[in-house]
Every structure is written in structure tokens, then in C-alpha cells.
């Protein structure tokens, strides 16, 4: 089981999707680094981190004689992803929900779905579906 964490935006006219960010370690900004935090959609973050890179190999000069830092730099990225995904996403104007724990991301949004209440916005009771019974 994984920990998701819903970031909902608070202002949005009716249903929305929120945003689950998975708890944990990441594997892709391990290997990937910034470009890692780019896709998932962090840009704040992933400018702030490739200028600190840049910065980085530029006073170190040099890139092979510097990788170790550079794996290290990937390291502390991979491992604080989860808090650089929601800061990023409360900077955007989103608040968090309680973490949620489900095998998937799609498994964690329809537990997050069953837990909302929404108020019928035709009065007092919800539109009826047509019956596909014959």
C-alpha cells in the first residue's frame, strides 16, 4: 500500500479532480533529477533545482569530476519529492487532504470520490438518470 495525498483546489465551482500526490520515494527523479520534477509537474521546484545544479557545476568546474554531487543532489531530490510536489501544489492555491492508502493512484482517487459529499445543485434532489432497463 501507498500513502496518497489529495490537493484540492478550494475557490473551484463544483466536482473536481484533485491532484494525489504519492508519498515516498521517487525512482524517476532519482535517475532523472530536475527533469524528473518537470514531469511531474513541479515547475517552480525543477527551475529551482536545475539553477542550484547549474550553480553547482559551475563553481565545481566541471562535470565528471563533480559526480558524486551530483548523484547526491538527485538523491535528496528523489527523497523529498513528495514535500517539493506539495509545496509546489500550495503555492498553486491548493489545499491538502488526509493521506489516503490504496495499491494505485486511480484505486486512491475513487476512495477519494466515495468520501465527498455534494449538495444537489437542482434543489433538493439529484437529477435521475435514464434507466437502461427494457
Not at 64 to 73: G, H, K, Q, T
Amino acid at each position: 500500500m501507498k500513502l496518497y495525498i489529495p490537493c484540492t483546489k478550494p475557490e473551484a465551482a463544483g466536482p473536481q479532480m484533485p491532484v494525489m500526490v504519492q508519498d515516498g520515494f521517487s525512482w524517476r527523479v532519482l535517475f532523472f533529477g530536475w527533469l524528473g520534477l518537470l514531469t511531474y509537474g513541479a515547475w517552480i521546484s525543477a527551475l529551482l533545482a536545475a539553477a542550484a545544479t547549474m550553480i553547482t557545476l559551475h563553481v565545481f568546474m566541471g562535470f565528471w569530476s563533480r559526480l558524486d554531487l551530483i548523484v547526491a543532489i538527485h538523491a535528496v531530490l528523489a527523497s523529498f519529492t513528495a514535500e517539493i510536489r506539495l509545496w509546489e501544489q500550495r503555492l498553486n492555491g491548493r489545499v491538502t487532504g488526509t493521506p489516503i492508502a490504496a495499491p494505485s493512484r486511480d484505486i486512491a482517487l475513487l476512495r477519494w470520490m466515495d468520501q465527498q459529499h455534494y449538495t444537489a445543485p437542482y434543489g433538493s434532489t439529484f437529477p435521475e438518470f435514464p434507466c437502461a432497463s427494457s
